[in-house]
Nanobody, 119 residues
Framework: VQLQASGGGLVQAGGSLRLSCTAS????????MGWYRQAPGKQRVLVAS???????NYAGSVKGRFTISRDNAKNTAYLQMNSLKPEDTSVYYC??????????????WGKGTQVTVSS
């Protein structure tokens, strides 16, 4: 299983970026997708998630600024990030997780993509 994340970069405060995460070798539509971030010296935290049926959840710090979506036909999840702040600077990781009702847990991670927001 591979999760390929892309779209990170350097942006000024107030700017926008869109992250993409393309999955291979899984039935993408079955999985819940999430974006996490990890700043240096800090724990990895959930930024946003979207279930297999399209329900979304956001961390309070990004609510109203970030939007998570998915395109099952393209096996891709997106994170649209608007009104970026310097504190959004982190390595962003995508995650594919089997739904809670499955009898076995499957959990896959992509390599991170760096997002840097300058003030």
């Amino acid at each position: 299983v591979q999760l390929q994340a892309s779209g990170g970069g350097l942006v000024q405060a107030g700017g926008s970026l869109r992250l993409s995460c393309t999955a291979s070798d899984i039935i993408f539509s079955f999985y819940d997708m999430g974006w996490y971030r990890q700043a240096p010296g800090k724990q990895r935290v959930l930024v946003a998630s979207i279930t297999s049926d399209g329900s979304t959840n956001y961390a309070g710090s990004v609510k109203g600024r970030f939007t998570i979506s998915r395109d099952n036909a393209k096996n891709t999840a997106y994170l649209q990030m608007n009104s970026l702040k310097p504190e959004d600077t982190s390595v962003y990781y995508c995650n594919a997780a089997s739904p809670p009702h499955w009898s076995r847990r499957y959990d896959y991670w992509g390599k991170g993509t760096q997002v840097t927001v300058s003030s």
